[in-house]
Each structure stands twice: as structure tokens, then as C-alpha cells.
């Protein structure tokens, strides 16, 4: 609602700086008109930081990211210790689809890859541990 991507920051620990996760957070950068028209905004803004119960409570939407699962929606927060339970969305939203949509098209090579992550199979040993020669980094 509020045009917000949160996401806890990696300042206590609490969650890994990972591979999944960056590039996420990248390709929300990068396509971000793109990806905030898929839910009606002109934009999003992609915040790390502590992420409160309260913002917890008035989000649309939320999902989990890793290597093997990609992007999982998460149905609801639960703690029974201070009786907060927030429902959220039983399957993916407009956002989080729009995200998945745009890392599987990346991935598959459907659309340019604008960081140079994708390696040919069959490129040469130097040619795969060639430092990744990005595109042109004002695309949006």
C-alpha cells in the first residue's frame, strides 16, 4: 500500500547476506518503474532497516528468499508469546510476482541481463571467472 519493499538490514546478524537476496534487492533497483507498475505505483522504495510488528501489520504482502526456493509468500507472522498474529495474502501478490517474474526472466535469459551474472555454459574457464561486465546502469 505504502509502495514499500522492507527488508531487515544485516546490521544485527539476524539474517544472511545472501546470493538470492541481493540480487533481489538489485533487480528491484534496476527495474523498479517496471516492477511498482505491476502493483499500481510509480515507484518503489527499497529499504533495509528493522523491520517492527507494526509494519509487519499493515503490510500487503510479504515472502521469504533463497537459493533453492527463490520466492516463497508468507501466509502469516505468528508469535502466541505477545498474541500478534498478522494474516497476510495465501499466495503470491502483485509484488512479489512482479519480483519473481523478473529474477526467473533474468535467470532464463528472456530479458538482458543488466549485471553480467549469467555465464555461457560452454564459455571457457577465463571467460567464466571474467569479472561480470554489467549493461548500461541508467537503463530506468
Same mark, same amino acid.
Given at each position: 500500500?505504502?509502495? !514499500?519493499? +522492507?527488508?531487515?538490514?544485516?546490521?544485527?546478524? *539476524?539474517? +544472511?547476506?545472501?546470493?538470492? !537476496?541481493?540480487?533481489?534487492?538489485?533487480?528491484?533497483?534496476?527495474?523498479?518503474?517496471?516492477?511498482?507498475?505491476?502493483?499500481?505505483?510509480?515507484? +518503489?522504495?527499497?529499504?533495509?532497516?528493522?523491520?517492527?510488528?507494526?509494519?509487519?501489520?499493515?503490510?500487503?504482502?510479504?515472502?521469504?528468499?533463497? *537459493?533453492?526456493?527463490? +520466492?516463497?509468500?508468507?501466509?502469516?507472522?505468528?508469535?502466541?508469546?505477545?498474541?500478534?498474529?498478522? #494474516?497476510?495474502?495465501?499466495?503470491?501478490?502483485?509484488?512479489?510476482?512482479?519480483? #519473481?517474474?523478473?529474477?526467473?526472466? *533474468?535467470?532464463?535469459?528472456? !530479458?538482458?541481463?543488466?549485471?553480467?551474472?549469467? !555465464?555461457?555454459?560452454?564459455?571457457? *574457464?577465463?571467460?567464466?571467472?571474467?569479472?561480470? #561486465?554489467?549493461?548500461?546502469?541508467?537503463? #530506468?
Amino acid at each position: 500500500d505504502k509502495g !514499500r519493499i +522492507l527488508t531487515p538490514s544485516l546490521q544485527h546478524g *539476524t539474517i +544472511l547476506s545472501g546470493v538470492t !537476496r541481493n540480487s533481489i534487492l538489485a533487480l528491484c533497483s534496476y527495474y523498479n518503474k517496471e516492477i511498482a507498475a505491476a502493483c499500481g505505483k510509480e515507484k +518503489l522504495e527499497i529499504v533495509e532497516t528493522d523491520v517492527s510488528v507494526a509494519e509487519l501489520e499493515s503490510a500487503t504482502e510479504a515472502f521469504a528468499c533463497g *537459493t533453492a526456493a527463490e +520466492l516463497v509468500p508468507i501466509q502469516s507472522f505468528e508469535n502466541i508469546e505477545h498474541s500478534i498474529k498478522v #494474516q497476510l495474502a495465501e499466495s503470491m501478490g502483485d509484488v512479489t510476482t512482479a519480483i #519473481q517474474k523478473t529474477l526467473k526472466e *533474468t535467470m532464463m535469459g528472456a !530479458r538482458p541481463d543488466p549485471f553480467g551474472w549469467i !555465464r555461457h555454459p560452454f564459455s571457457t *574457464t577465463e571467460e567464466f571467472l571474467a569479472p561480470p #561486465q554489467p549493461l548500461n546502469p541508467e537503463h #530506468q
